[in-house]
């Protein structure tokens, strides 16, 4: 295993609070006629709206529901079939055609 000499030690020692201070020195000192914004309370809990349970449905008639549309495969057709295309921005077929 390598370590370094002492010497390099005792530079790094005496050269750490150089660096610290360097860092930490403001280049700006404040002038005493310069007045700071008085800062502004906002609370964290502006705008909370407590819980409130939902309406839910019975989930013996969610599931005769479902049985009857044809189940959980009516609903995997449903999600391979294509997006249809929404009809604001289809023309209609007899809507007459912009002329250039």
């Given at each position: 295993?390598?370590?370094?000499?002492?010497?390099?030690?005792?530079?790094?020692?005496?050269?750490l609070?150089?660096?610290?201070?360097?860092?930490?020195?403001?280049?700006?000192?404040?002038?005493?006629?310069?007045?700071?914004?008085?800062a502004?309370?906002?609370?964290?809990?502006?705008?909370?709206?407590?819980?409130?349970?939902?309406?839910?449905?019975?989930?013996?008639?969610?599931?005769?529901?479902?049985?009857?549309?044809g189940?959980?495969?009516?609903?995997?057709?449903?999600?391979?079939?294509?997006?249809?295309?929404?009809?604001?921005?289809?023309?209609?077929?007899?809507?007459?055609?912009?002329?250039?």
């Amino acid at each position: 295993m390598f370590k370094p000499p002492l010497a390099h030690w005792l530079v790094f020692m005496c050269a750490l609070p150089v660096v610290a201070a360097a860092q930490t020195t403001d280049p700006t000192p404040a002038t005493p006629n310069t007045q700071a914004e008085p800062a502004k309370y906002r609370s964290a809990l502006d705008g909370y709206q407590p819980y409130t349970d939902e309406k839910t449905a019975n989930w013996k008639e969610a599931n005769d529901t479902a049985g009857r549309i044809g189940g959980w495969r009516v609903y995997a057709k449903e999600a391979r079939q294509p997006q249809a295309p929404d009809p604001v921005e289809t023309p209609a077929k007899n809507a007459p055609q912009a002329k250039p």
